[in-house]
């Protein structure tokens, strides 16, 4: 007889039987951030669509340096198009970005918020634009919209932000890790 209750695992008792497996807390910061995100580009993008229309017309936020301005990017990032199948080839290309993301989010150690919070800003903002893919053939909806005069950033909404944020951020980590190495 052992000197406590068997493991049903490893046959061991007692003092012999193996610690429970550690906790991976990295979903405590990765799906908070990425819903947030999610949520934040659904509702201003609804809400850009609700007040700003009809598209192309700018509304002066902060002079002519910060305007809201509805409009509807078919395209990937500063208006790329890939011809009349653009809307396919870039939800087949967010798909397999998406996967890649997953493969890094799920091969984090522990414990690596930054990485994790870079990957849910990537994800969080994917999934935003690939929804108005999926639900509009006109494509993205884009509202924000700097510049002065005629020198213009192209129009970007809430996922391109935490997309941008989240590609840096996690080169950042990246660079960081291999120079550690």
Do not use: C
């Not at 052992?2 to 991976?24: I, Q, W």
């Not at 990295?26 to 659904?42: E, I, R, S, T």
């Not at 108005?132 to 993205?140: A, E, F, I, K, Y």
């Amino acid at each position: 007889m052992g000197s406590g209750p068997a493991d049903l695992v490893t046959g061991t008792t007692g003092a012999h039987a193996a610690a429970p497996p550690a906790v991976n807390t990295n979903g405590v910061v990765f799906w908070p951030v990425a819903v947030v995100v999610l949520v934040a580009d659904l509702l201003t993008k609804a809400l850009a669509e609700a007040a700003l229309g009809p598209a192309g017309f700018p509304h002066r936020l902060f002079g002519d340096a910060v305007r809201l301005n509805l409009v509807y990017n078919p395209g990937a990032a500063f208006g790329l198009t890939l011809g009349p199948y653009s809307r396919a080839i870039f939800l087949a290309l967010t798909a397999v970005i998406l996967r890649v993301l997953w493969s890094l989010y799920k091969t984090t150690p522990d414990r690596h918020d930054r990485r994790v919070f870079a990957l849910a800003l990537l994800v969080g903002g994917a999934v935003g634009n690939a929804v108005d893919r999926v639900r509009s053939p006109m494509g993205v909806v884009d509202f924000l919209d700097i510049g002065f005069g005629p020198h213009r950033w192209p129009t970007f909404n809430i996922a391109d932000v935490a997309v941008t944020t989240g590609a840096a951020l996690l080169f950042a980590v990246f660079w960081r890790e291999e120079q550690q190495a």
